[in-house]
């Protein structure tokens, strides 16, 4: 089946390619691995050089990456924009950092009887990326800026329905300097992804999309026994509680709630609101969510664009339908606009309960969950009342309630007074059914990284080495 990019806007066929044969993702895997062996002892600063040459491509030429982009998978120029320039500065954060990450780790060497003794992170070699669609450039280089920094190389198979990004980041090496082969763009269906995992010339996987997904490559990686770096859903709560700025909670919450079109890991999706402050909150946040402007995700005045595929919004749309027949009421939304496109409202629900899919099922468009709560026991209860992981909000100005959520919340980051979002500085990644492993921050470039034990005596065979493991 030819792979399509398709404007969701417009329901237009772009542009299609035929998948790779098998002789041909051989042909990606050797040159792959040849690669390898001369990338692998080339000096940190020319990396580090050729990362920053990159942000300068995606800086300088902005606008049309952007407008690819939103052509390709609806979100709306701004968002675009926003996501290139963060690339970018992905880009230099690493080149700029980089050598104090990977830098020799010293351990006290009389302590064990050494000379020398400390901990080099070497490469581990081809790494496969499976990447998802809602952020295509920016999951993609936040795997691949701190993997080739560290010295791997990269094969990636890109989601199916944002193909000409994916050829595009290859090409962004290239023209940035990175040696053939070194960044490869595997155009497959997902039914060859096993046949690259198991070639012994890949040594490790990384994923960024579905929990189902995560647990059939993780448990390919397993098989293999091959490392693998897991980046899964989310159902993220967003906390509100009596002491918190109301007017900054609810303009945060219809951000977080709305962000890309609804369709991201970390976007807030259950909102958990105290009893003291839940009307007030209910009714600004409903305003605030039936503002938004839906439409042509390339007019500068749209604030949601259409959903990436059509069986995306048959998937809310049977979402909320199971919700509203098992007694869930909606405040705003929850109907699609006539229109072409696979556009969906921003949508507010309450009375959500357990029984209902949406409890428990990650919501991927801009339809928000709201609940109301007695107490901050019952508010971490709920929250963590999930199989997901990921990300957490929780607003509130009280000392003690704040450090509760720092220890109590289940997930991989807290973002207290704030929105959940990624920055290169914070390491990235979930707990539970949202994955394993961590991108981003130092950790990133060490996740695909032999952390090599390096012990230096006198040259001697009384050294004094304790030769038990």
């Not at 967003?238 to 918190?244: K, L, N, Q, T, Y």
Request: overall charge negative.
């Amino acid at each position: 089946m030819p792979i399509a990019a398709v404007n969701p806007a417009t329901e237009e066929v772009l542009q299609t390619w035929d998948p790779l044969s098998d002789a041909e993702i051989d042909g990606r895997i050797r040159r792959a691995a040849d690669a390898f062996a001369s990338y692998r002892v080339t000096a940190l600063a020319e990396r580090a050089q050729w990362l920053t040459a990159a942000a300068d491509i995606l800086d300088s030429e902005v606008g049309e990456i952007s407008r690819m982009m939103t052509t390709e998978m609806g979100k709306t120029l701004a968002s675009a924009r926003a996501e290139t320039l963060k690339c970018a500065n992905a880009c230099r954060f690493y080149a700029e950092r980089g050598e104090a990450f990977l830098a020799d780790e010293p351990v006290d060497a009389g302590a064990v009887g050494a000379v020398r003794a400390f901990a080099r992170y070497q490469p581990l070699g081809p790494v496969l990326a499976v990447m998802p669609w809602n952020f295509p450039l920016w999951q993609a280089m936040r795997f691949a800026v701190p993997a080739l920094l560290a010295g791997n190389v990269a094969l990636l198979k890109h989601a199916s329905n944002v193909p000409r990004t994916a050829l595009f980041i290859e090409e962004l090496f290239r023209r940035a300097g990175v040696p053939e082969g070194v960044f490869q763009t595997l155009l497959i269906g997902s039914d060859q992804v096993e046949r690259v995992l198991r070639d012994p010339r890949v040594k490790a996987a990384t994923l960024t999309g579905s929990t189902p997904a995560g647990r059939s490559i993780g448990a390919l990686a397993g098989s293999e026994l091959k490392p693998s770096v897991l980046e899964l859903g989310g159902s993220d709560p967003f906390i509100v509680m009596p002491s918190a700025d109301l007017d900054r909670a609810v303009a945060a919450a219809v951000t977080a709630r709305c962000q890309n079109n609804g369709q991201s890991c970390i976007a807030a999706k259950r909102f958990i609101v105290h009893q003291a402050v839940a009307e007030g909150f209910q009714r600004r946040f409903a305003d605030g969510m039936a503002a938004l402007v839906v439409g042509d995700p390339l007019d500068e005045q749209t604030d949601i664009g259409p959903l990436a595929t059509e069986q995306g919004r048959r998937d809310v749309e049977e979402l909320v339908a199971d919700a509203l027949a098992r007694g869930a009421s909606i405040l705003c939304g929850g109907k699609r606009p006539e229109r072409r496109g696979w556009f969906y409202p921003p949508t507010v629900i309450t009375g959500v309960t357990p029984e209902m899919r949406m409890f428990s099922e990650e919501v991927f468009a801009p339809v928000a969950s709201v609940f109301t709560v007695a107490d901050v026991d019952e508010a971490i209860q709920l929250a963590n009342a999930t199989g997901f992981g990921l990300g957490s909000n929780a607003w509130t100005e009280d000392g003690a309630e704040q450090e509760r959520f720092v220890r109590d919340l289940e997930a991989g980051a807290v973002f207290v007074n704030g929105m959940t979002t990624s920055y290169p500085e914070l390491p990235f990644g979930g707990i539970k059914q949202s994955g394993y492993g961590r991108e981003l921050s130092a950790h990133g470039p060490r996740e695909f990284c032999n952390v090599k034990t390096v012990w230096v005596g006198e040259g001697r065979d009384d050294a004094g080495i304790d030769r038990s493991e």
